[in-house]
C-alpha cells in the first residue's frame, strides 16, 4: 500500500500523552455532564415512550415559537426540538399515552390552530412507555457487553494491559460521541446505539494492528524502553491508520451530507466516533499501558545502565 506517511517518522505522540490525556478527561467530564443534565429530553420515543411526530413548517421558525404556538393550544408538554434543521423540521415528542389517531388529531388540530397551513406532519411514531424502558435497558446492556467482550479479546491475544487501557479508550470513545451527537441536537434512539456498537467494533482494530507492531518488537529488543517501542509502533503503522480512516471518515461524511432520517443519525455518530477511534488507540490505549506497565520497562533500562556503569561499559 502505497505510504502517505513514511514508516521511519519520528513524532513523539507519547511525549503529547499528558496533554491530551488532560484534554480528554476535560472533554469527558462535558459529555457526562450534558448526558446527566438533559434528562428524559435526551431520549428519542424509542427509548422513551409516547408519540413523536415530525412536522415540517413554512416560514421563520425556531423551536421556541413551535413550543409557544403549542403550549398556546393547552399542549404544554410537548418537547420539541430541531430535527434537520436546515430544511425547517422539528420533532415533537408528547409522553402522553392513548389511541395513535386520536392524539394525532389532537396534535394536527393545535398545530392548525397555532400556525394555520404553515405546519404539516410528515411521519409518526407510537412506543409504549414499557417497551421504551425495555429497549434503554437492552440498548445499555448491549453496548456494555460488547465492551467487555473486547475486553476479553484484547487481553486474551496481547497482555491484560493492553485489555484495559482498551476498555479506557471505548468508554472515552462512545462517551464523547454520544456529547457530540447531543450537541449538534439529535436525540438518542435506535440509531445511536447501532453507531456506539459500530464504534466499539472499530476502534479496536487500530489497537490490534499497532499493539501487534508493539509486541513483536517487545520481543524483539528486550530491555528497550516501552515509550521508545510505542512511539515506533505509532509512527510504523501512521500512514495505514490515517488512509484507512479518512476513506471510512469521508465514507460516513457522505452520508450525512445526503442522507436523512436514522441513516443521517447513524452518520454523524460515526463521523465522531472514526475520529475518536484513531485519537483514542494514539493517545489514550498507549498511554494507559504505559502507565500500568511502564514502570516495569523502565526498572528494567536503568537495572541496564546501572550493570554498564558498574562494569565499566
Not at 445499555?140 to 484484547?154: F, P, T
Amino acid at each position: 500500500m502505497k505510504e502517505l506517511i513514511s514508516t521511519n517518522a519520528k513524532i513523539d505522540f507519547m511525549g503529547k500523552r499528558f496533554v491530551c490525556m488532560l484534554i480528554s478527561l476535560v472533554a469527558f467530564a462535558a459529555s457526562v455532564y450534558l448526558f446527566v443534565s438533559q434528562g428524559d429530553s435526551k431520549y428519542g420515543t424509542d427509548f422513551l415512550g409516547g408519540h413523536e411526530f415530525l412536522v415540517s413548517f413554512t416560514g421563520d421558525f425556531n423551536s421556541e415559537k413551535v413550543r409557544e404556538g403549542l403550549a398556546a393550544q393547552q399542549l404544554e408538554g410537548a418537547r420539541v426540538q430541531a430535527f434537520q434543521g436546515a430544511k425547517n423540521e422539528y420533532s415533537i415528542r408528547l409522553g402522553e399515552t392513548g389511541d395513535a389517531e386520536s392524539v394525532r388529531a389532537k396534535v394536527e388540530g393545535a398545530l392548525k390552530a397555532a400556525f394555520g397551513d404553515a405546519a404539516i406532519i410528515q411521519k409518526t411514531d407510537y412506543v409504549g412507555p414499557t417497551i421504551g424502558k425495555e429497549l434503554r435497558t437492552s440498548a445499555l446492556w448491549a453496548v456494555g457487553l460488547g465492551i467487555l467482550g473486547m475486553l476479553l479479546y484484547i487481553a486474551f491475544r496481547f497482555e491484560f494491559a493492553v485489555g484495559i487501557g482498551t476498555i479506557v479508550a471505548l468508554i472515552h470513545d462512545v462517551t464523547i460521541a454520544t456529547g457530540i451527537y447531543l450537541l449538534s441536537g439529535h436525540i438518542i434512539g435506535m440509531a445511536t446505539l447501532a453507531g456506539a456498537l459500530t464504534i466499539v467494533g472499530y476502534s479496536v482494530n487500530d489497537t490490534v494492528v499497532v499493539f501487534d507492531r508493539v509486541r513483536e518488537q517487545r520481543n524483539k529488543r528486550k530491555g528497550a524502553s516501552l515509550v521508545e517501542i510505542v512511539n515506533e509502533a505509532l509512527n510504523f503503522t501512521l500512514s495505514r491508520t490515517v488512509i484507512t480512516h479518512l476513506l471510512t471518515f469521508f465514507s460516513a461524511l457522505a452520508l450525512y451530507v445526503f442522507a436523512d432520517g436514522d441513516i443521517k443519525d447513524l452518520s454523524l455518530y460515526l463521523c465522531a466516533g472514526i475520529i475518536l477511534g484513531s485519537y483514542s488507540t494514539i493517545f489514550i490505549v498507549s498511554a494507559v499501558v504505559i502507565m500500568l506497565e511502564g514502570k516495569k520497562s523502565g526498572e528494567k533500562v536503568h537495572a541496564s545502565a546501572r550493570a554498564a556503569k558498574a562494569s565499566g561499559v
